[in-house]
């Protein structure tokens, strides 16, 4: 089968374009053919090594697979060869670790693309468990920008955040792949949202999908903003996708007792904040990575509702998955991005 190797740590450039063997399907496991990957921006900090080194290379990441089952393992039912699906994105190894919540807890929990083979290639195989029929009726490369971005998002609100109906949630950089599904996901959980954005376009784009305050941080103090939104109390709920000195001011924009979370760090991992900002206001910073295959399921069900739509910027073939991480890494993506393994 075809892949996108990456064989060192670095730019973009070393990812290539290879033949790799394609994997046979054990007991209880299916393969996978892969018509669509999505491409996240882990996978950027993951090849460029910001993550972690401890990833034995030659490795192929992607943890976004949507596709058609084409080979059953033993023992595996409920599915059939030609079905189209949706593998879940990330889950344990250990079938006795299968029912362990938060499934990133369980001792044998792996991401593909982090802990294993990922979806830039032809084939991936995965558990039946946590492999879910595609009844979406969308075709396969919208499809692949959901799981990851839309199983995540839904955790770091609904989960981690604790959203509820009415709430004041503000997303920052919500034109990126995780801030444009967020703003999307606290719609469907019945709250007003408001997201910072860098231009004029990307503040269209973050009306189109329902923002009810577009906050262009180019011009614009998003504290003082919030603030007023929000009759000088701040936000109920901050979800934080960049890190790095944004940081503060999203402890800043949240209101007292209110919750922060930490979902990325685009503008850096290190971060700077005055202590005083959290504990006399009794705000509660929490991290989020990874989800449950509930989450993903939910997320579906207001997909298939319409209450939520997956935001295919570009589409390219595998063999260009270096350019698409030079997209991902330029900002130049509006929402999320998806590499095509079948394409000439």
């Known amino acids: 089968m075809k892949a996108a190797v990456m064989n060192e740590f670095g730019d973009a450039d070393v990812l290539t374009y290879e033949d790799l063997e394609t994997p046979k399907p054990r007991a209880g496991h299916v393969l996978v053919k892969v ?13 460029e090594g910001s993550v ?42 250990d079938e006795a670790d299968y029912d362990i919540r938060p499934a990133l807890t ?27 029929a595609d009844d979406t009726g969308l075709p396969p490369e919208q499809v692949a920008t959901l799981p990851v971005v839309l199983a995540t998002s839904v955790h770091a609100l609904k989960q981690v955040g604790g959203v509820k109906a009415g709430d004041k949630v503000l997303v920052q950089a919500g034109a990126s792949g995780s801030g444009s599904m967020q703003i999307q996901v606290a719609k469907a959980l019945g709250a007003e949202v408001a997201t910072t954005v860098r231009d004029a376009a990307k503040a ?38 960049l890190g790095g000195e944004v940081l503060a001011q999203s402890i800043d924009a949240a209101k007292a007792q209110g919750v922060i979370v930490a979902y990325g760090f685009a503008a850096g991992p290190e971060v700077r904040f005055d202590i005083r900002s959290l504990f006399f206001t009794k705000k509660q910073l929490r991290g989020t990575m990874a989800s449950d295959p509930e989450d993903l399921e939910w997320g579906l069900e207001q997909v298939r509702a319409g209450h939520i739509r997956p935001l295919l910027d570009r589409s ?26 079948w394409a000439a």
Do not use: C
Not at 35 to 47: E, K
């Open 204 to 241: 269209d784009f973050a009306k189109s999908l329902g923002a009810d305050l577009v906050i262009n941080t180019r011009k614009e103090d998003p504290v003082a903003r919030v603030k007023d939104w929000t009759g000088g109390q701040g936000a109920d709920v901050v979800i934080d996708n």
């Open 316 to 341: 390219l073939p595998l063999r260009e998955a270096a350019e698409a991480h030079r997209l991902i890494a330029a900002g130049r993506v509006k929402g999320n991005l998806v590499l095509l393994p």
């Open 106 to 132: 369980a001792p044998s929990f792996a991401l593909p693309g982090l802990h294993i083979r990922g979806t830039y290639a032809q084939y991936i195989e995965a558990p039946a468990r946590f492999v879910v």
């Open 52 to 93: 972690t080194r401890d990833i034995p290379l030659p490795h192929v990441l992607g943890a976004d697979a949507a596709g058609e089952v084409a080979e059953l393992g033993e023992g595996v039912s409920g599915l059939e060869t030609g079905q189209r699906v949706i593998v879940v994105p990330g889950f344990p190894l």
């Open 35 to 47: 018509l669509a990957a999505g491409v996240n921006r882990l996978d950027h900090y993951l090849r």
